[in-house]
């Protein structure tokens, strides 16, 4: 029943998409304007299928079908339901299920935003484009990734799953993280189509880019959140004290959100003066190509990494999309470069947008030393049969530098006004966060903190943050003045901006902070003998055995400081022989204490062997991913000022049929 449930579903969507490409192409090449319009309605038709499909893959993970292949390799009866229902992208074929899903309500919400407008050309072709990657990624699933295939064997005969991935079962940000990092990768594909649209039509003016601003901004949000749940996740569940290893898998979803931070900047170059057009372009389309190279070094097996899914037979057929969506991006753009031609030039580097020109050069900069670090290896698997690996040490030789050099130019930039600074105007703008950075640098040198790279992180963190508040002071006195709250001042997309720029500079000093002074020691506790690592008291009280429905394991019963207690264990899941290392942790604001078992403990044992970290502020660097994501969303809000014209309308004729009078079907 639910294998031919979610091949009904999967069909349905297909007809949606297909039925949409259909019309809509019909309505381009033909010149009729009620073809497009019904173009529209498809992707409901293809977002009622995804969710048939979706909700017959739940109702299997829920009531163990374990005659459908994906449930019994992912599922047991022993499995939670909570875990059972985060299930469905726990693997291969799931994961590309929700991207389906999600890619056709993202795809529905554009249908109905533009529905006024279905007719123009740029909304068709972009609606043509996204359903096109919705076809590829269905076609997926009703071929070699398919989640309704049926199990057959010893499995399906004995009424009894494999079981969940156990680290996926040990942490309940396994039901927001990865959904939250698919709302922000595929929502880059409204984007994406836009640009085609734009392209493909010859309207490369800078009307598309306002309608698209807000689909872009949401998904920089998500992705955000979403990447700072993925290290907060491997915080928790790996027992490693660590949130970011440069693992292939982390750098795929790092690639399109550094791509998309520099569209974010340089976007608002072209819309006020017309200019970075090609580059623009060039971004959206690189940011989407990184999301499908990013699936497929997660989902076909081509790298080891604890995040990345099984070996897979779809890598060839991803590979091959991603070349398409490459090659032709590059050749739309080769083909419109007459018209990509700027109106001007930047009149100053001394200006706002020499600024943001030098910003994206450090994130274009930012994005190669990532790709080159994380494609590399394979490249030399592929052609040489060797395997090699890079590690932090390249990392951090290269992104450090440019990490500080992006912390200053977030200073920088807000205060400078377009076209041209006058002089001494940079200095007077500046003044207050300047003291503000000596001021910081002052008082951390007084308590005793020491090392150029965290004394010049801190200082320049205060250095931006002072000049993001003081943008948001003065848009605050400015909505004061014209009678509205003060909390008005936040929304819009500058003072937006400048609260993801604050969320970035917590999340740098936190970074800075919990790698520079982190204290780790591995240690054998005793039973009654406290010690005593970076004036926190450890007191093991005891080593116990516990055991619940879904897990049993042995727990250390560590007293930290009198005040509160750890419990690091050994994990065995139901119906697993893994053993998994539970860490438990204590947070403050001023530090994290951090334990987990550091090798194998015995119940009963009057000894325990643990890693015992205490990490200092590493709680900003998850209040930074949450108000970075926030400040996202608060730019996506429309602010007190309105376009009094259509913006998507205004911009060069295009160069597909004209809609012949009196058309009407």
């Known amino acids: 029943m639910n294998a031919l449930l979610g091949h009904a579903g999967l069909l349905l969507a297909l007809i949606g998409a297909l039925g949409g490409i259909g019309d809509g192409l019909r309505g381009l090449l033909r010149g009729r304007d009620a073809l497009l319009v019904r173009a529209t309605r498809w992707p409901l038709v293809a ?4 969710l048939v499909a979706s909700a017959a893959m739940e109702r299997a993970l829920v009531t163990h079908d374990f005659s459908l292949a994906f449930v019994a390799a992912n599922n047991a009866r022993t499995t939670p339901l909570f875990f059972s229902i985060t299930g469905m992208w726990s693997a291969l074929q799931g994961s590309i299920l929700l991207w389906v899903l999600i890619l056709a309500g993202y795809l529905a919400l554009v249908a109905r935003h533009f529905r006024a ?55 309940l940000l396994v039901a927001i993280h990865p959904p939250l990092l698919y709302l922000g990768y595929v929502g880059f594909t409204i984007p994406y189509a836009f640009a085609i649209g734009s392209l493909v039509t010859g309207r490369v003016g800078e009307g598309w880019l306002v309608e698209v601003r807000r689909f872009a901004l949401v998904a920089f949000a998500f992705l955000t959140v979403g990447i700072m749940l993925g290290g907060w996740w491997s915080y928790q569940v790996l027992g490693w004290g660590g949130f970011w290893g440069w693992d292939p898998v982390e750098n795929a979803a790092l690639l399109p959100w ?22 623009n372009l060039s971004l959206l389309i690189a940011t989407f190509s990184l999301t499908i190279l990013g699936t497929f070094l997660t989902r076909s097996g081509a790298v080891n990494s604890v995040h990345a899914f099984s070996d897979s037979g779809i890598g060839p057929a991803l590979l091959s999309f991603f070349a398409v969506v490459v090659v032709s991006g590059v050749v739309l753009i080769g083909w419109r470069g007459d018209r990509l031609a700027s109106p001007g030039g930047i009149d100053s580097p001394l200006s706002r947008e020499g600024a943001f020109l030098v910003n994206n050069f450090l994130f274009a900069a930012f994005a190669v030393v990532v790709l080159v670090g994380t494609v590399f290896p394979l490249f030399v698997q592929t052609f040489s049969n060797q395997q090699v690996s890079i590690g932090r040490p390249y990392f951090d030789t290269f992104t450090v530098p440019i990490g500080i050099a992006l912390l200053f130019f977030m200073a920088i930039a807000p205060v400078l006004p377009w076209r041209v600074a006058a ?106 003998r406290p010690v005593t690592i970076d004036h926190h008291r450890f007191l093991l009280e005891g080593v116990r055995s516990f055991s619940s429905p879904d897990r049993s394991g042995v727990q250390a019963v560590v007293s930290v400081d009198g005040r509160y207690t750890l419990r690091p264990a050994v994990d065995t899941f139901a119906g697993q022989t893994e053993h998994i290392g539970t860490p438990s942790i204590r947070s403050t604001l001023i530090d994290d204490v951090y334990l987990s078992p550091g090798s194998e403990i015995t119940a009963g044992a009057r000894r325990a062997t643990l890693t015992i970290l205490v990490i200092p502020l590493v709680i900003w660097m998850w209040i930074g991913g949450f108000l970075a994501g926030a400040g996202a969303l608060l730019a996506a809000w429309p602010g007190r000022r309105r376009r009094p014209t259509d913006p998507i309308s205004v911009a060069i004729p295009e160069l597909l049929p004209p809609v012949p009078a009196g058309v009407g079907s």
């Open 423 to 528: 002089p001494g105007l940079l200095a007077r703008r500046l003044l207050v966060s300047a003291w503000a950075a000596a001021g910081t640098i002052a008082i951390c040198v007084l308590c005793g903190l020491r090392g150029l790279l965290p004394l010049g992180a801190f200082g320049l963190g205060a250095f931006a943050a002072a000049s993001a508040l003081r943008q948001l002071v003065l848009a605050a006195l400015a909505s004061r003045r014209h009678g509205l709250s003060p909390l008005r001042g936040l929304v819009g997309r500058a003072n937006g901006g400048m609260i993801v720029h604050l969320g970035i500079i917590v999340i740098a000093v936190g970074l800075s902070a919990s790698s520079s002074f982190q204290v780790s020691r591995y240690e054998t506790l005793t039973v009654g």
């Open 47 to 50: 977002l009622a299928g995804a």
């Open 117 to 171: 407008r279905a007719t123009d050309r740029v909304v068709a072709v972009a609606l043509v484009t996204g359903l096109a990657v919705a076809t590829f990624f269905l076609a997926l699933m009703l071929g070699p990734a398919d989640p309704f295939a049926a199990q057959v064997g010893a499995v399906a005969n004995s009424g009894a799953g494999a079981g969940a991935n156990a680290l996926l079962q040990n942490n």
């Open 258 to 279: 550094l791509t998309a931070t520099a569209y974010l900047h340089s976007v608002m170059v072209q819309e006020r003066r017309g200019l970075l057009r090609i580059w």
